[in-house]
């Protein structure tokens, strides 16, 4: 049975950092593109934000977090982290780590739909 659990979110001001984590098992964990997505309050939909491809480890990053996050991923423990920076009220989310197995690129790696596998997420809140 595959799982995927994320750790990490909390409450931390603005300018201040987080790192969160996304264990997984039950799947061949090198040949799975990863990928963070998040959810806001009221929203109904969940957002890219960073993603990592299982062929060539090549990363992917929304406009609204480059150069403020980074996607890692580390295959010998099955975990994909996900390091962010200079947080601001607008990263408070629900965030949720996903995995799936298709042709990934720029464009494939941001849609929902190619994510078989999703995790209960961890929420992230950024005080002003």
């Known amino acids: 049975q595959v799982q995927l659990v994320e750790s990490g979110g909390g409450v931390v001001q603005a300018g201040g950092s987080l790192r969160l984590s996304c264990a997984a098992s039950?799947?061949?964990?090198?040949?799975?593109?990863l990928a963070w997505f998040r959810q806001a309050a009221g929203k109904d939909r969940r957002e890219f934000v960073a993603?990592?491809?299982?062929?060539?480890?090549?990363?992917y990053y929304d406009v609204s977090v480059k150069g403020r996050f980074t996607i890692s991923r580390d295959n010998a423990k099955n975990t994909v982290y996900l390091q962010m920076q200079s947080l601001k009220p607008e990263d408070t989310a629900l965030y949720y780590c996903a995995a799936g197995r298709f042709f990934t690129h720029d464009r494939t790696v941001k849609t929902t739909g190619n994510y078989q596998k999703w995790g209960q997420g961890t929420q992230v809140t950024v005080s002003s």
């Open positions: 993603g990592t491809s299982g062929s060539d480890s090549s990363t």
């Open positions: 039950g799947l061949t964990f090198s040949t799975y593109t």
